[in-house]
């Protein structure tokens, strides 16, 4: 079955550093690839997404590249605010899993000044 | 564009009372609506897929019975949680899915119960 595996948190930056947060997954079909963001007690919001091979996300300064050959979509921001303090969840959608999300465990990403 | 809403978004209630909790897509149809839980520092439980018209699907483990799920148009999609026990305080989160799209979802901002 389809499944998303993303780097364990908490990551804790500094402000202005760089960021990058891996994510890889398995699917059986061609799958669509997001990056959702959760602030404190709020809903999911959608960051950024890649619909096929080699397509590049963009959004607030944080981008990810869909990677065929290394099954990645990996996030990244050149320099980090500490409003981006949030979870991060890298998810998929297959039409062969009937369009449901499968979801990563979610980084918890914390910026400091 | 592309916004959900939930309400409401925080409720206290007594043990083996119901709840329900709306979801709606202000500014889009939505064919399919997803409703999910969330525990805390923790990824998110689908529980069921809920199609415009027809019965929802619900995931394995998931009692049909206790949350009952209905999508009357597209929408507007409901969660009840029938005779609700402390186990089921949780955060509850729906999404909704426009017809003929990339298959990204669009999260409400979620519904905190707490069943005392």
């Known amino acids: 079955g389809d499944s998303v595996t993303q780097m364990e948190g908490p990551v804790t930056l500094s402000e202005e550093a760089f960021l990058t947060i891996n994510c890889t997954y398995t699917?059986?079909?061609?799958?669509?690839l997001f990056w959702y963001v959760q602030y404190p007690g709020e809903g999911l919001q959608l960051l950024l997404k890649?619909?096929?091979?080699?397509d590049k996300g963009s959004n607030k300064g944080f981008e990810a590249t869909y990677r065929k050959e290394t099954t990645s979509f990996h996030l990244e921001k050149g320099s980090v605010q500490v409003s981006d303090s949030a979870v991060y969840f890298c998810a998929l959608s297959d039409l062969g899993g009937g369009n449901k999300l499968t979801f990563g465990t979610g980084t918890q990403l914390k910026v400091e000044l | 564009g592309a916004v959900v809403s939930q309400h409401p978004s925080w409720v206290i209630c007594k043990s083996g009372t119901s709840v329900k909790i709306e979801c709606r897509s202000l500014?889009?149809?939505?064919?399919?609506m997803f409703w999910y839980r969330q525990f805390p520092k923790q990824s998110l439980m689908l529980m069921a897929t809920s199609n415009e018209g027809s019965k929802a699907t619900y995931e394995q483990g998931v009692e049909k019975d206790k949350f009952l799920i209905n999508h009357a148009s597209l929408t507007l999609s409901t969660l009840t949680v029938t005779s609700a026990h402390p186990e089921d305080s949780s955060f509850y989160i729906c999404s909704a899915r426009a017809s003929g799209g990339d298959g990204a979802q669009y999260f409400g901002p979620g519904t905190r119960l707490l069943v005392l």
């Open positions: 500014d889009f149809q939505a064919t399919t």
């Open positions: 890649a619909t096929k091979a080699d």
């Open positions: 699917a059986t079909g061609y799958p669509s």
